[in-house]
């Protein structure tokens, strides 16, 4: 038991890097000293991090996260390349200044998400519904 709680605290610990990473390439592609192609880049894998919808669904068992597990950290690892080391460390110290203070959460954005997810998957199924009906 006390090996799956290690298991779980490195999965989590790491979970807070990829959050922090992510926020800090956001802070970063804002910044007047990061090339247009980076900032590009950034705005695309931050975009794919924050985005509710998947290219595989996470809720598909073993392959929803896949995508994740690949695509995240190679976008990221991408982006950092791309810029300057003392600009991300300066976004780094800013991002996790940021991501430690308690903000109240916007209902309204959660509420949203979940409509659109409960609306996806009843039309799915209406439409699976229409096919196998024939």
Same mark, same amino acid.
Do not use: G, K, L, S
């Given at each position: 038991m006390r090996y799956v709680r290690s298991i779980w605290r490195q999965f989590n610990q790491k979970i807070e890097f990829l959050k922090l990473e992510t926020y800090a390439i956001y802070l970063a592609s804002h910044h007047p000293r990061v090339p247009w192609y980076a900032k590009a880049l950034a705005a695309g894998v931050v975009a794919y991090a924050f985005s509710p919808i998947d290219l595989i669904p996470d809720f598909i068992p073993i392959f929803g996260y896949v995508d994740d597990l690949i695509l995240l950290p190679l976008g990221i690892w991408l982006v950092l &390349?791309? $810029?300057?080391? *003392?600009? $991300? *460390?300066?976004? &780094? *110290?800013r991002a996790a200044k940021e991501l430690n203070r308690d903000r109240p959460?916007?209902?309204i954005v959660v509420v949203s998400i979940v409509a659109i997810w409960i609306a996806l998957t009843v039309l799915g199924g209406l439409w699976l519904y229409q096919q196998f009906k024939r």
């Open positions: &390349r791309m $810029i300057p080391q *003392d600009v $991300i *460390d300066e976004c &780094r *110290d959460t916007n209902w």
